[in-house]
């Protein structure tokens, strides 16, 4: 298993950039790099590759939908060359407030978008030349408007022919679908001990159709990390996450991330938690949340205990545990973690 970092994106995006550098002296293999509709992900993934050597550089995520297939290839080229092979690109849909609120595209198509995605961007790193119709057409044909257009490859040579992607997914034929294509899986607010009752049938039925020279998935997943004594209070600071994507990350009906919590069996508390949310109480929403939901998704206890939470996300599947380190010493979080691993 590999420990790896999300990067805060709300922030200061040099000072989170700081912190990414100086846990890699202390192990850190990778580090993942959201961007919402905050700083885009592959100017700070740029300047990431300039500042460390060693660990992996990761977008978590690039939605399908504001960038061509074309240009997320070019983007993954162009990153994995400037940082030596290290690049690892993480798709998704994103969702509808993002999509149609933020970069003002109808969200149709997000299964059909991700899979054609995948697959031109790995005939496009292979430098095939490229003559493509579907929801995407290369060349755009004349009968949508094309009038100097031919098929082309990509210009120059990628530094590798199969760089890493990632699927965001949640839902079940999302997540079948990245068990059958993707190298990787990046499922939100993962609680390892619910993992298999909600995506087991779908992972497996993927499984059975995935190409057995692709491996095995590996799968991201992990929460917030404090060691100690008194830890366990650090649990309490998932609670504003998991109100905001439960409750306020989508209308009603529409919210996969509600959706999910539902699966896990709090289906009464991710109502009231929607409810509060868009109502604009987001504080009484956070209180809403289950304390168990808390806990469940972060590694936060006694060493014993964070010891028992690492196996458990082991156990689940997850093959690189994604920890946000909380309390004064990140580093010393992140070696102790690592001598575990």
């Known amino acids: 298993m590999e420990i790896s970092l ?11 950039c700081d912190q990414a550098v100086a846990l890699e002296a202390a192990g850190l293999d990778a580090v993942w790099v959201a961007e919402a509709y905050g700083f885009d992900s592959p100017t700070l993934m740029g300047y990431l590759a300039a500042r460390t050597e060693r660990m992996k550089i990761g977008a978590a995520i690039l939605n399908v939908y504001s960038r061509t297939p074309a240009l997320i290839a070019q983007t993954g080229a162009g990153l994995d060359a400037v940082s030596g092979g290290r690049a690892m690109i993480g798709l998704g849909a994103s969702g509808p407030q993002v999509v149609e609120g933020w970069h003002g595209k109808p969200y149709d198509k997000p299964l059909g978008r991700t899979r054609e995605t995948v697959d031109l961007c790995r005939r496009i790193w292979r430098r095939e030349t490229i003559d ?26 990628p530094l590798r022919r ?7 997914a949640l839902g079940p034929a999302n997540v079948e679908m990245t068990a059958e294509i993707a190298d990787g899986w990046l499922p939100h607010l993962f609680v390892p001990e619910k993992a ?10 993927g499984a059975a159709k995935r190409d057995p020279a692709r491996g095995p998935l590996r799968t991201v997943a992990g929460g917030l990390l404090a060691i100690g004594d008194d830890a366990a209070r650090y649990r309490d600071l998932a609670r504003p996450l998991i109100a905001l994507y439960v409750g306020g990350m989508g209308a009603p009906g529409k919210n996969f991330y509600n959706d999910l919590a539902v699966a896990y069996g709090y289906e009464k508390e991710a ?19 289950p304390a168990e939901f808390c806990e469940l998704m972060t590694l936060c206890g006694p060493e014993g205990y964070v010891r028992d939470r690492v196996e458990a996300f082991r156990e689940a599947g997850v093959t690189m ?19 575990w691993l």
């Open 196 to 205: 298999r009752q909600v995506w087991g049938g779908p992972l497996a039925r």
């Open 6 to 16: 999300p990067l805060e994106y709300a922030g200061d995006p040099r000072t989170a």
């Open 271 to 289: 109502a009231k938690i929607q409810e509060l949310y868009l109502g604009g109480n987001k504080r009484d929403a956070e209180a809403a949340v």
């Open 321 to 339: 545990l994604n920890v946000v380190p909380t309390g004064s010493d990140p580093v010393k979080l992140v070696e102790t973690v690592k001598s």
């Open 162 to 168: 199969e760089i890493p992607l990632y699927v965001a």
């Open 132 to 157: 493509h119709h579907g929801i995407t057409d290369m060349p755009l044909p004349p009968e949508k408007g094309g009038k100097l257009g031919k098929p082309l490859k990509f210009l120059g040579k």
